[in-house]
C-alpha cells in the first residue's frame, strides 16, 4: 500500500499549532535555561578557578572531569528519574536544583566545588536529555525538526546574551557572583514557568 503524502497545508498547520502550544513553549523555556547554565560554568569556569580559588590549571582539569562524570550519571538515570515524578515537576525541580547548586557556589569552600561541578553536570545532562525525550514523544513527526531548530535557536540567542553580560562585567564581579546572580534569575524563571502551568491547567478544567 503506497502512503499518500501529507498535504503542505497540513504540515504548516501542525507546525503553527505546536508554535503556539504553552507546553512546547515551556519545553524550550526549561532547555534555554538549562543550556544557559551550562554555557555560563563554562565561561567563567576558568576565572572562579584561578580568581577566586587561586587554583592551577590541574585543579580547573579536575572540575572539568567532575561535570563529565555527573553528565554520565545524568544520562543514565533518567529512566529511573522519569518514573517517579511528571515531566513538569521534574523539569522545574531540575531548574531549581541547578539554581541551588549556582548559589551554593558562592559560599562553600574550594573541597565541595568539585561536588557541586558532579551535580551540575549530572543535572544539565539529566534535564537535556529529559527535554529530548519529552519533546520527541510529544511532538509530530512532521514538526520535530522545525520544533528542534527553535528550541536549540532560542537556546544559543539566550547563551550569547549571557555571554555579552558576562564579557560586559568583565573583572568588576567575582565570577561566584555572576553564578549567584543567575541562580536568583533561574529561581524567578521557574516561578514564571509555575505560573504557566497553573494557567494551563485551569483553562483545561473550565
Same mark, same amino acid.
Given at each position: 500500500?503506497?502512503?499518500?503524502?501529507?498535504?503542505?497545508?497540513?504540515?504548516?498547520?501542525?507546525?503553527?499549532?505546536?508554535?503556539?502550544?504553552?507546553?512546547?513553549?515551556?519545553?524550550?523555556?526549561?532547555?534555554?535555561?538549562?543550556?544557559?547554565?551550562?554555557?555560563?560554568?563554562?565561561?567563567?569556569?576558568?576565572?572562579?578557578?584561578?580568581?577566586?580559588?587561586?587554583?592551577?590549571?590541574?585543579?580547573?582539569?579536575?572540575?572539568?572531569?567532575?561535570?563529565?562524570?555527573?553528565?554520565?550519571?545524568?544520562? &543514565? /538515570?533518567?529512566?529511573?528519574?522519569? $518514573? +517517579?515524578?511528571?515531566?513538569?515537576?521534574?523539569?522545574?525541580?531540575? %531548574? !531549581? *536544583?541547578?539554581?541551588?547548586?549556582?548559589?551554593?557556589?558562592?559560599?562553600?569552600?574550594?573541597?565541595?566545588?568539585?561536588?557541586?561541578?558532579?551535580?551540575?553536570?549530572?543535572?544539565?545532562?539529566?534535564?537535556?536529555?529529559?527535554?529530548?525525550?519529552?519533546?520527541?514523544?510529544? &511532538? /509530530?513527526?512532521?514538526?520535530?525538526? $522545525? +520544533?528542534?531548530?527553535?528550541?536549540?535557536?532560542?537556546?544559543?540567542? %539566550? !547563551? *550569547?546574551?549571557?555571554?555579552?553580560?558576562?564579557?560586559?562585567?568583565?573583572?568588576?564581579?567575582?565570577?561566584?557572583?555572576?553564578?549567584?546572580?543567575?541562580?536568583?534569575?533561574?529561581?524567578?524563571?521557574?516561578?514564571?514557568?509555575?505560573?504557566?502551568?497553573?494557567?494551563?491547567?485551569?483553562?483545561?478544567?473550565?
Amino acid at each position: 500500500m503506497r502512503l499518500q503524502p501529507v498535504s503542505r497545508d497540513v504540515r504548516f498547520a501542525k507546525i503553527s499549532a505546536a508554535q503556539l502550544d504553552p507546553s512546547l513553549r515551556r519545553l524550550i523555556g526549561v532547555y534555554a535555561l538549562l543550556y544557559t547554565s551550562a554555557v555560563l560554568v563554562s565561561v567563567m569556569g576558568s576565572s572562579f578557578v584561578f580568581q577566586e580559588q587561586k587554583g592551577t590549571a590541574a585543579d580547573f582539569g579536575y572540575l572539568e572531569a567532575a561535570w563529565s562524570a555527573g553528565s554520565l550519571i545524568g544520562a &543514565v /538515570s533518567l529512566f529511573r528519574i522519569e $518514573r +517517579a515524578m511528571s515531566t513538569h515537576v521534574r523539569h522545574l525541580m531540575l %531548574l !531549581g *536544583l541547578t539554581a541551588l547548586v549556582l548559589m551554593a557556589l558562592a559560599s562553600l569552600p574550594t573541597p565541595w566545588t568539585v561536588i557541586l561541578f558532579v551535580a551540575l553536570g549530572f543535572l544539565y545532562n539529566l534535564g537535556r536529555v529529559s527535554v529530548e525525550v519529552t519533546l520527541q514523544s510529544h &511532538v /509530530s513527526i512532521y514538526l520535530l525538526g $522545525r +520544533a528542534k531548530g527553535i528550541m536549540h535557536s532560542v537556546a544559543v540567542v %539566550l !547563551g *550569547l546574551l549571557i555571554f555579552g553580560i558576562a564579557a560586559a562585567v568583565g573583572d568588576r564581579a567575582f565570577p561566584s557572583t555572576i553564578f549567584l546572580s543567575f541562580g536568583v534569575a533561574l529561581l524567578v524563571s521557574i516561578l514564571c514557568l509555575s505560573v504557566g502551568v497553573i494557567q494551563t491547567r485551569e483553562k483545561g478544567e473550565t
